[in-house]
C-alpha cells in the first residue's frame, strides 16, 4: 500500500508570502494529522481531522495557518502571510480507526524556509 | 500536562555493541507510545508500537519495553550497525490522538 505523501519536500518563500502544503494519507485511514517541528525544538502537534472535520485543531499557532481536508481525503496546510518563525518541518500524518493496534503513519515532510 | 524526555540527547558507540535508549514520561495515563527513526533530511519511519496493556514489542534487532507505572520506555538495539546511525524519537499518545514528543536520541554507530 502506498505511504502517506506529502509535498513540496522544500519551499522556500520570503516572509509575507503564501504556501500551501498538500498530504494524501493512506487510502481508507480516517485520521488525519499535521504535525511540526521547528529548529532545535520537539515535534508538536497542530490539528487532527477525522474524515473531513477538524476533531482537534488546538496546536494551531495562530489565524494564518488553515487546513482543510476535502471529502475527508487529502489535507493542505496554507501558511498565509508567513512569517519567519514558520520556518521548519511540517510533518502529516494519518492513522486508521484502530490506531491502538496500528499507530500512526508519518509522510516525509516539507521542509519550509521562510526568508 | 504530558512532557516526554529522552535521555541520552546523543551516544556514539562501536559498531556490534548492544545499546539501550531511554524514554521517560510524566503523566502514565498514556494510550500507546510509539519510537520512531528519522534518518538525516528524511521523515519519520515507525520502529515499533506499544499499546498501553503491553509490556513489550519486538521487531528483529529491536526490542521496545513500557513500564507504566514507572512512566518509562527502552529501546533496546542488539548488535548495532552502522545503518543503525539516526535519530531516535520517542512519542506517547494521549486519549486525545495527539502525539507527544521527546527531542529525540541522536545515535552513531562507529564501524
Known amino acids: 500500500e502506498a505511504g502517506v505523501t506529502q509535498f513540496p519536500s522544500h519551499s522556500v518563500i520570503e516572509k509575507g508570502q503564501t504556501v500551501t502544503l498538500r498530504c494524501d494519507p493512506i487510502s481508507g485511514h480516517d485520521n488525519l494529522y499535521w504535525y511540526r517541528r521547528v529548529m532545535g525544538k520537539e515535534i508538536k502537534f497542530l490539528l487532527h481531522f477525522v474524515k473531513e472535520s477538524k476533531q482537534d485543531e488546538s496546536g494551531m499557532p495562530n489565524n494564518r495557518f488553515l487546513a482543510e481536508r476535502t471529502g475527508g481525503t487529502y489535507s493542505t496546510l496554507k501558511v498565509q502571510p508567513a512569517e519567519l518563525e514558520d520556518s521548519g518541518v511540517y510533518f502529516c500524518a494519518s492513522s486508521p480507526r484502530d490506531r491502538a493496534h496500528y499507530g500512526y503513519t508519518f509522510g516525509s515532510g516539507t521542509r519550509l524556509t521562510v526568508v | 500536562k504530558q512532557e516526554v524526555t529522552q535521555i541520552p540527547a546523543a551516544l556514539s558507540v562501536p559498531e556490534g555493541e548492544n545499546l539501550v535508549l531511554n524514554c521517560s514520561f510524566t503523566?502514565?495515563?498514556?494510550?500507546?507510545l510509539q519510537w520512531f527513526r528519522q534518518d538525516p533530511g528524511k521523515g519519520l519511519t515507525s520502529l515499533l508500537l506499544?499499546?498501553?496493556s503491553q509490556r513489550e514489542q519486538t521487531s528483529g534487532r529491536l526490542n521496545a519495553s513500557l513500564d507504566k507505572s514507572s512512566g518509562r520506555s527502552t529501546l533496546y538495539i542488539a548488535a548495532s550497525q552502522p545503518g543503525d546511525s539516526a535519530t531516535y524519537l520517542c512519542a506517547v499518545g494521549d486519549s486525545n490522538y495527539q502525539l507527544i514528543w521527546g527531542a529525540g536520541t541522536k545515535l552513531i554507530i562507529k564501524p
Open positions: 506499544i499499546q498501553s
Open positions: 503523566d502514565s495515563a498514556i494510550y500507546n
